[in-house]
């Protein structure tokens, strides 16, 4: 066997291993990413915060558009705490007409 012979056969060495440590990492990397989507699904989902404010966009930039109680799903807003929504609330924010922010306040007379 010539020079060039050997060299290439030493390179086809290499190639085949090199194709069997991607295809270790592949396996690896399909248990792992298993293992991690049952771990998530064992996993209750996150508490929804007890208020949130429905942004809307603007000429001028975001701004308050409406209150909700955090697990009302016809809105979809920012986390905020029960002091944020009322002072937001007392300054004409308009509440949910669903989830009734402002009852569960107490502001409604």
Wanted: aromatic share 4%.
């Amino acid at each position: 066997m010539g020079e060039v012979e050997a060299r290439l056969a030493s390179w086809r060495a290499v190639a085949a291993w090199l194709a069997w440590q991607q295809r270790q990492a592949e396996q690896t990397i399909a248990a792992l990413e298993a293992e991690l989507a049952e771990l998530q699904a064992r996993r209750p989902p996150p508490a929804p915060p007890e208020w949130k404010v429905e942004m809307m966009r603007t000429a001028g930039g975001p701004r308050v558009h409406r209150v909700h109680v955090g697990d009302c799903t016809i809105g979809s807003g920012k986390p905020a705490d029960r002091e944020q929504v009322r002072r937001m609330l007392a300054e004409g924010t308009e509440a949910c007409p669903y989830c009734g922010p402002d009852n569960l306040l107490g502001l409604v007379g």
